[in-house]
Each structure stands twice: as structure tokens, then as C-alpha cells.
């Protein structure tokens, strides 16, 4: 059997206290499951030494690659960037907190062969009950306005099919970028699966995501439903063959959406 061939996607800024460990564990939990693979870290105009230490390792390990921007661009437009350069038939991303196990990127990886988009959904999820009880409620928004179908949209373990991504490459630069991807993917008409990952407190570093970007996504999220719900023309939705043109929101088979304990 062909090994899976696998990007993944590091978006990084400030992370110097612990993008090293975060590596490390990557290019293990890779190595271990036996994929051909490459990490991509995209250092966002970080201020602390994250490039520098980046740049020392991927000396020792090749299958690491170093992107910097200039400047702080938001973490869409990190993920659009180590999106555009991976290689890979299979494109995969997560945060560098090191708040997700990646051997569980294998129960996603699984799942890709029947789905384009594959996303993770914490179990026993370990952030504080105030950020918990916001994401479950924007969660519920999502769905409501944007038939997204899924219990956990900013969950940061989400696996790809590189020909269905080059359709999803986000145009937000802030933390919309996930509900942005989902939705377009729904509208597509796309399966989308979610499976339960494992999840862990930050021990290093610091979030950022702050209470500021709260009414600012809210703000995003209702500019997109206008903009591609109620005023919404058909669109011409890319299957890999034929074109079909679809009304939003699409209407899913079944099997479209498998949920794992």
C-alpha cells in the first residue's frame, strides 16, 4: 500500500516559548504513523526569536520548511500562506500550542478518502468554562445562519484533500477563517466529517484570542451570511468533473457528516 502523503500547516506568532516541543512532536507523531510528510511553520510576523528557532530545525530535519511574513497579517492569512505552499495530496493544520494529540490526526486522515474535509471536535475539551461556553454558543450561530453542521468549527485539527482546499483558500486574515472554509465547503455541497480528538491545556505561551475578537467575529459572521445567505446568487460548485450549480444551502446526503465519540 502507498504511504499517505501529508502537509502540515504551523501557524505561529510569538510562540518561541514552545514552537520547538511543538515540532518535535509533530515530526514524531508524523514519522510514527508512517506518512511521507512535511511541516510547514508560518511565522507571523513574529516579534521573539519563533523564526530563528524554526530555521534551526528545519537545518537538522528537512521535511521542516520555514514561511515568514514581514509583518503581523492575522491568522487566516497564515494559514492561506502554508496552504498555497504545501505539496501534498493531503493538507493538514493546527495551532502551535501543542493543545492537540497528533496521533489523532490518523482517525482524520482516515476519514479523508470518503470526505473532502475531515475537522477534529474536542472531547473533554481543557479551555476555561468562559471561552467554552462563547464557542459553544457561536457554534450554534454558525449553524443557524450557516448550515456549517458541525459542533465544533474552530476546533485546529482539520485534515484536507489538496484538490478540494484550492477551492477553499480563505480571503479573511482573522480567526473567521475556519467558518469562512466550512461554509464554502457546505455551499459546495461537499462531505465534511467530524471525528473526536483529544485535547490538553496550553502550557506554554499564551493564547491569542482575546475578548476583543468576540464582537469581531460575530460582526464578520453576520456580514458573510448577508453577503452569502440572504443576498447570495447560485453558484457553479466545483466536483472535480462536471459543474453543478447549487442554491445555499445545499442539500447533503445522509452520509455527508460521521461523528465519532
Not at 534551526?56 to 515568514?68: E, G, I, Q, Y
Not at 490538553?200 to 464582537?215: C, H, L, N, T
Request: hydrophobic share 45%; net charge positive.
Amino acid at each position: 500500500m502507498p504511504r499517505e502523503r501529508i502537509s502540515l500547516v504551523l501557524p505561529a506568532f510569538n510562540e518561541a516559548a514552545g514552537i520547538g516541543e511543538a515540532i518535535a512532536e509533530a515530526h514524531e507523531s508524523l514519522a510514527g504513523m508512517d506518512y511521507d510528510f512535511e511541516i510547514l511553520v508560518v511565522d507571523d510576523g513574529s516579534s521573539d526569536e519563533t523564526a530563528a528557532i524554526v530555521a534551526d530545525l528545519s537545518a537538522t530535519w528537512p521535511r521542516v520548511r520555514l514561511l515568514a511574513h514581514a509583518r503581523n497579517l492575522g491568522y487566516g492569512a497564515a494559514l492561506r500562506t502554508g496552504f498555497q505552499a504545501a505539496r501534498y495530496e493531503l493538507v493538514a493544520f493546527t495551532d502551535a500550542d501543542r493543545q492537540f494529540f497528533l496521533d489523532d490526526l490518523e482517525s482524520l486522515v482516515d476519514l479523508a478518502d470518503e470526505s473532502h474535509v475531515v475537522v477534529g471536535r474536542r472531547v473533554d475539551r481543557k479551555d476555561p468554562w468562559r471561552r467554552r461556553f462563547l464557542s459553544k454558543g457561536y457554534n450554534l450561530l454558525a449553524r443557524t445562519f450557516l448550515g456549517t453542521g458541525i459542533r465544533d468549527i474552530d476546533c485546529a485539527l482539520k485534515v484536507f484533500r489538496k484538490d478540494a482546499l484550492e477551492c477553499l483558500l480563505p480571503e479573511t486574515r482573522g480567526f473567521f477563517v475556519n467558518t469562512e472554509m466550512i461554509s464554502r465547503a457546505r455551499r459546495f455541497g461537499w462531505n465534511v466529517a467530524e471525528v473526536g480528538v483529544r485535547h490538553r491545556p496550553r502550557v506554554k505561551g499564551s493564547s491569542k484570542v482575546s475578548m476583543m475578537d468576540v464582537p469581531r467575529t460575530f460582526a464578520t459572521l453576520l456580514r458573510y451570511w448577508l453577503k452569502n445567505v440572504v443576498w447570495a446568487k447560485p453558484i457553479s460548485a466545483p466536483v472535480f468533473g462536471e459543474p453543478v450549480i447549487l442554491q445555499f444551502p445545499a442539500r447533503q446526503p445522509a452520509t455527508a457528516f460521521r461523528r465519532a465519540a
